[in-house]
């Protein structure tokens, strides 16, 4: 007797999908079910459904729930995690629940949620908030609400204190009142911006992408720091609007600031969906929900938005596409930039890579004209290029990891008004500490990783797995108390400098220091009220924000880029000194930027700083050419790792001899090696690397060989992943 099976796609690393028998009401593909499978109970979705199984009916179990009348994913968005879980070689189930938000994962309903909002009354609007001097929480409120003007959601009341217990004492008094309807997403305020006359290059840009709409064409959106892509993507975005059509806006983590909705919230008077891994569950459900019903006319989110179902999709934009965060690092490891060009091709319609410092590998495909290069050399309005110079610190005296050249600068800047910006990117005091008696340094049991050492919380913190420990008193070899911190962290910075400028306004910004809710943005609050005029940070500092009055960046270390096992790190490097300079002189101030480095005479370093990013990347491609690597190769890295050493390496050693019985023609298998950190969290890393000059060949091989490692008894004894085009190489 046959009977209809439907084809589910559940979260597991097997890489296919499973059979379960359908119930008698027949379910859509793209519908999730709620289904048995082992001791567990899954959300899985139905990809198509058959007539019989390979696996005989008696075993197959049934579908436990039906969870959506009608399909949740549309026939394209499938059709692209077919295609991403083919070239990624991950498997379909775990696709798809990546692309899905947690709360559609465990199964709840699909449907937007009413979000409270507060509405004054007209009594609420006419109080005056000096008459509740008694009630001072209420009293600030109130003055909130009145200034808000518009229903306030709960995210739009958090900067006033305790005002979720002031807010029932307003209600008692008939001055608020709650409305629940279903809220989109994000509070609308109206767009009253208005937007300057393009530059003729911004115009150029706006005409070519403007007359691709409705179809698909790669746009290379190359334009400095400051040069007004963002003001392009606007055009745009507002072409694509009064065409009725959807944009997708995809950004790096970090650079989604406040700053930049704000510029998209003045201008378009629309609802903005907005996707980003910070959001609460329901919030994340209810904008992604906005975005699939078509209600949110512009989305914007960091990766995992690149799989938004888009119902009029116009337009993707991918904004800094150079940057690392675009690449998941663990799990289903899809570049969202690569993944958002070819759903731009499969959706018929243009898309824009933006950034001041392109990928190396989209500047080849500019080159060879999949791409179509536009540029924007000069910044917008009134400001100036920063100047870049190299400072040698050989035989320098550094007093906090800065020169006394580099003091000299500062203080002449602070003396004329300006604001000055470090970087240096390692956070903690010091990143070592050592004994000075034997010798001794304090390391990471669980990882070949030195301890940080924190000075804020007095301990001592690995930055690969996290373990931490109080700061110790003695040597852990000889007992001596004579321990010191080697080399500088943000926090040894500021605190070198508090001496040296004990009279200005310092902050310091990294993932330390805006640990807590809210605390990042009151740092450059006061850093844009001028009441901080040092600031010292991370890679945090070097996306999206706007620092109109400083007037000098000083790289403090460029040297940590320029010695890596990873092929990538001068690329990474010069993004990020160029980014970071790029926050320099925005203004009508001229900025000017300082990098301390040993190594003056270093080529792609001297290239970088006297031709410009474009002769830098011209070289270091001609690099990759000559070591027939990205973009002039493709690559997958095979990565296995145990709690024992040798046990990745037997893995990857088998996988190596399964893949040359498979004849791999064109592809070079290098390797296996153990990782460059080969213990971490407590196990060993190995990896074996597959070279093709071809992406036909290493497909090809892929394809024939993961089966293989699937059913491998050594594979069964590590954890392995596969890492197509991998964006690090450990
Ligand atoms: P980017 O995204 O390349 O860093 P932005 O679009 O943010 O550049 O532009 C930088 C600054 O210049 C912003 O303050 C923006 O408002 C302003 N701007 C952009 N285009 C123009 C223009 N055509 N005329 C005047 N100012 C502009
Ligand atoms: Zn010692
Ligand atoms: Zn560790």
């Given at each position: 007797m046959s009977r209809t099976v439907l084809h589910i796609a559940i979260p597991s690393p097997l890489r296919r999908h499973f059979d379960y028998l359908a119930p008698a009401a027949p379910v859509e593909p793209g519908c999730r079910v709620r289904v048995h499978f082992g001791r567990q109970q899954l959300v899985g979705v139905v990809l198509g459904t058959a007539d019989g199984s390979t696996v005989p009916l008696e075993k197959l179990r049934p579908v436990e729930a039906v969870l959506d009348a009608s399909p949740l994913l549309p026939p394209d968005l499938r059709e692209l995690l077919h295609w991403a879980s083919a070239y990624y070689h991950h498997p379909i189930g775990e696709v798809y629940a990546g692309a899905l938000p947690v709360a559609l994962r465990q199964g709840q309903p699909a449907q937007l949620r009413g979000l409270r909002r507060y509405a004054l009354t007209d009594a609420g609007r006419a109080a005056d908030p000096g008459q509740l001097k008694r009630a001072p929480r209420q009293a600030a409120l109130l003055a909130h609400l009145q200034r808000l003007a518009a229903p306030a959601a709960a995210d739009a009341l958090t900067?006033?204190?305790?005002w979720q217990g002031a807010m029932p004492r307003l209600e008692e008094k008939g001055w608020v009142l709650q409305d629940d309807t279903p809220a989109l997403p994000p509070a609308v305020t109206a767009g009253s911006d208005t937007p300057p006359a393009l530059g003729t290059a911004q115009q150029a840009a706006v005409d070519a992408v403007g007359a691709a709409f409705g179809r698909y064409a790669g746009f290379l959106l190359d334009g400095v720091t400051g040069s007004g892509k963002t003001e392009v993507y606007l055009r745009l975005i507002a072409q694509a609007l009064a065409a009725g059509r959807q944009t997708l806006v995809l950004v790096p983590e970090i650079g989604l600031t406040p700053q930049l909705l704000e510029r998209f919230r003045r201008r378009f008077p629309v609802p903005i969906a907005v996707l980003h891994s910070g959001l609460a569950d329901g919030e994340r459900l209810n904008a992604w929900l906005a975005a699939r019903a078509g209600l949110a006319p512009i989305v914007i989110g960091t990766?995992?938005?690149?799989f938004t179902p888009l119902p009029r999709l116009g337009l993707i934009i991918v904004d800094e596409e150079h940057d690392p965060s675009f690449k998941q690092q663990d799990g289903f490891r899809y570049s969202a930039r690569d993944v958002a060009v070819v759903r731009a091709q499969k959706a018929g319609v243009p898309v824009i890579l933006g950034s001041a410092t392109p990928a190396l590998e989209s500047l080849a495909n500019a080159s060879t004209g999949r791409y179509v290069r536009l540029e924007l050399p000069e910044r917008a309005g009134s400001a100036i290029h920063p100047q870049l110079h190299l400072l040698d610190i050989r035989h320098q005296r550094l007093d906090g990891g800065i020169s006394e050249p580099l003091y000299g600068v500062m203080g002449r800047h602070l003396e004329r008004g300006g604001q000055v910006l470090l970087f240096l990117n390692r956070r903690g005091y010091a990143p070592v500490l050592l004994c000075h008696d034997c010798g001794w340094v304090a390391s990471c049991r669980r990882c070949d990783a030195h301890l940080t050492y924190h000075a804020g919380h007095k301990r001592i913190r690995c930055h690969h797995c996290g373990t931490e420990r109080p700061l110790p008193q003695q040597c852990g070899g000889c007992g001596s108390h004579d321990l010191r911190p080697i080399g500088h962290g943000t926090e040894r910075v500021e605190e070198a400098l508090r001496a040296r400028f004990p009279a200005i306004g310092i902050e310091r910004i990294d993932r330390d220091a805006t640990r807590r809710k809210g605390s990042l943005e009151a740092k450059l609050e006061r850093v844009h009220s001028g009441e901080a005029r040092i600031l010292i940070g991370t890679q945090m500092l070097a996306k999206g924000h706007h620092f109109p009055d400083v007037t000098l960046v000083g790289i403090l270390d460029a040297d940590q880029g320029l010695f890596s096992a990873d092929f990538r790190a001068g690329e990474r490097m010069a993004q990020l000194i160029l980014q970071v300079a790029g926050r320099a002189g925005r203004a009508e101030r001229p900025g000017e930027v300082l990098i301390q480095t040993h190594h003056t005479d270093h080529p792609l370093l001297r290239l970088l700083i006297d031709e410009g990013y474009g002769a830098f990347a011209a070289a270091a491609l001609e690099e990759r050419r000559q070591a027939e690597l990205p973009p002039y190769a493709f690559l997958a890295l095979l990565r296995a790792e145990a709690p024992a050493a040798a046990v990745p390496l037997a893995f990857l050693e088998e996988a190596r001899q399964l893949a040359g019985g498979l004849q791999p023609e064109g592809v070079l298998l290098l390797g296996p090696v153990p990782a460059p950190m080969e213990k971490r969290a407590g196990r060993f890393r190995a990896q074996l690397l597959l070279q093709a000059a071809g992406r036909a060949a290493l497909h090809r091989l892929l394809d024939r060989w993961l089966p293989l490692l699937e059913e491998s008894k050594a594979g069964r004894r590590v954890r392995w992943s596969l890492d197509v085009d991998p964006g690090e190489m450990f």
């Open positions: 900067e006033v204190a305790g990766r995992s938005a690149v």
